[in-house]
């Protein structure tokens, strides 16, 4: 049960002093021609160089650390066709604890592979989110394990909002901040943390424009499923639950999409000017300024790189050339 309807500055500055040993501090980095094309000082918080790629083991590891030693004495379970899956089979490695993993059958390989490689115990389903619940359930009631949820968990959430932490303690008199969103958890935590300690800064969701459920969900104050989602960013194909719906309705100043075109552009500017290697999805706020730049011109925007995990034989842009 959440100890708390939402978290607050302090439950995410107490995960940090939690985890700040067990995860790296990642670089915030610049492209002096990637701000001359979009006409703002862009801050790239660089979580693609986090362990296992992702900031999602953050979170992760906020969340094994705080079961109680009867919570986790069976292990840990989850859902996830990508980086949480990774990311938790670290995490309870580090516990000296099982994880167990339901991912969907058309899963990226690259992530199949980098979950056997931390040691998770995979069970493989078909991708319709029944199957996976299911296929969960059947797990737990076998092993016992703790369920840990992607984004609808507390203590994942804290993990998330320390990526806001450290920003905003490596860049000062930032304008606004930017995350991708899918299910909400990194934009939950990076929003309760920036209007916590600077409220006069904006936070902004980004998201793809074929996989809108978060910008409707927001926009109409319901919250829609995401159904269908057609969209080259796999991290966010996810819809917002609850918890993180209620968290964003409070701390976020809105979502704002961006077409398959630009999300391809940006992941391929990165690519080219910054030299480091992103997945779609963390290419997607970028994307946002480029198809928004009256929103953000000469501001200073943190957009916060979410991953690095992506399969170098399916790039974007290889089918094109």
Same mark, same amino acid.
């Given at each position: 049960m959440?100890?708390?309807?939402?978290p607050?500055?302090?439950? *995410?500055?107490?995960?940090?002093?939690?985890i700040?040993?067990m995860?790296h501090?990642?670089p915030?980095?610049?492209?002096?021609?990637?701000?001359?094309?979009a006409?703002?000082?862009?801050?790239f918080?660089?979580?693609?160089?986090? @362990?296992?790629g /992702?900031f999602?083991?953050? #979170?992760?590891?906020? +969340?094994v650390? $705080?079961?109680s030693s009867?919570?986790?004495?069976?292990? &840990?379970?989850?859902?996830?066709?990508?980086?949480?899956?990774? /990311?938790? /089979?670290?995490? +309870?490695r580090?516990?000296?604890?099982?994880?167990y993993?339901v991912?969907?059958?058309?899963?990226?390989v690259?992530?199949? @592979? +980098?979950?056997?490689g931390?040691?998770?115990?995979i069970?493989?389903?078909?991708?319709?989110?029944q199957?996976r619940?299911?296929t969960?359930?059947? *797990?737990?009631?076998?092993?016992?394990?703790?369920?840990?949820h992607?984004?609808n968990n507390?203590?994942?959430?804290?993990?998330?909002g320390?990526v806001?932490?450290?920003?905003m303690q490596? &860049?000062e008199?930032?304008?606004?901040?930017?995350?991708p969103?899918?299910?909400?958890?990194?934009?939950?935590?990076?929003?309760t943390?920036v209007? #916590?300690?600077?409220p006069?800064?904006?936070?902004f969701?980004a998201?793809?424009a074929?996989?809108?459920?978060a910008f409707?969900? %927001?926009r109409?104050?319901?919250?829609?499923?995401?159904?269908?989602?057609k969209t080259?960013?796999d991290?966010?194909?996810?819809?917002?639950c609850?918890l993180? $719906?209620g *968290?964003?309705?409070?701390?976020c100043?809105?979502i704002?999409?961006?077409?398959e075109?630009?999300?391809?552009? /940006?992941?391929? $500017?990165?690519?080219e000017? $910054? @030299?480091?290697i992103v997945?779609p999805?963390?290419?997607?706020? %970028?994307?946002? !300024?480029?198809?928004?730049?009256e929103?953000?011109?000469?501001?200073? &925007?943190g957009? !916060?790189?979410?991953?690095?995990n992506?399969?170098?034989?399916?790039?974007?842009?290889?089918?094109k050339?």
């Amino acid at each position: 049960m959440l100890s708390k309807e939402f978290p607050s500055v302090s439950d *995410i500055e107490e995960a940090y002093q939690r985890i700040k040993d067990m995860v790296h501090r990642t670089p915030v980095l610049t492209s002096q021609s990637i701000n001359k094309i979009a006409g703002a000082n862009l801050f790239f918080k660089c979580e693609n160089f986090q @362990k296992v790629g /992702a900031f999602k083991f953050r #979170g992760a590891s906020n +969340a094994v650390t $705080m079961l109680s030693s009867e919570a986790a004495k069976n292990g &840990v379970a989850t859902h996830s066709s990508g980086n949480h899956a990774a /990311a938790l /089979a670290l995490a +309870a490695r580090n516990k000296g604890i099982p994880a167990y993993i339901v991912m969907p059958e058309n899963a990226p390989v690259i992530k199949k @592979k +980098a979950v056997e490689g931390y040691g998770g115990i995979i069970t493989f389903c078909k991708s319709t989110q029944q199957d996976r619940e299911e296929t969960l359930a059947k *797990i737990q009631q076998k092993t016992g394990a703790a369920f840990i949820h992607p984004y609808n968990n507390f203590d994942v959430i804290c993990g998330q909002g320390t990526v806001a932490l450290e920003l905003m303690q490596d &860049v000062e008199s930032l304008d606004c901040v930017m995350t991708p969103v899918g299910g909400g958890g990194l934009l939950s935590g990076v929003s309760t943390y920036v209007k #916590g300690r600077f409220p006069k800064v904006r936070v902004f969701g980004a998201e793809p424009a074929m996989a809108d459920d978060a910008f409707r969900s %927001l926009r109409d104050g319901k919250l829609y499923p995401s159904v269908n989602p057609k969209t080259i960013a796999d991290g966010l194909l996810t819809s917002l639950c609850p918890l993180t $719906m209620g *968290i964003l309705s409070k701390n976020c100043d809105g979502i704002l999409t961006a077409t398959e075109e630009n999300i391809v552009k /940006a992941m391929r $500017m990165i690519w080219e000017r $910054m @030299k480091i290697i992103v997945e779609p999805s963390s290419a997607v706020p %970028l994307a946002v !300024v480029i198809e928004h730049p009256e929103k953000f011109q000469g501001k200073k &925007v943190g957009l !916060v790189i979410s991953g690095g995990n992506v399969d170098l034989n399916k790039l974007p842009w290889l089918a094109k050339e």
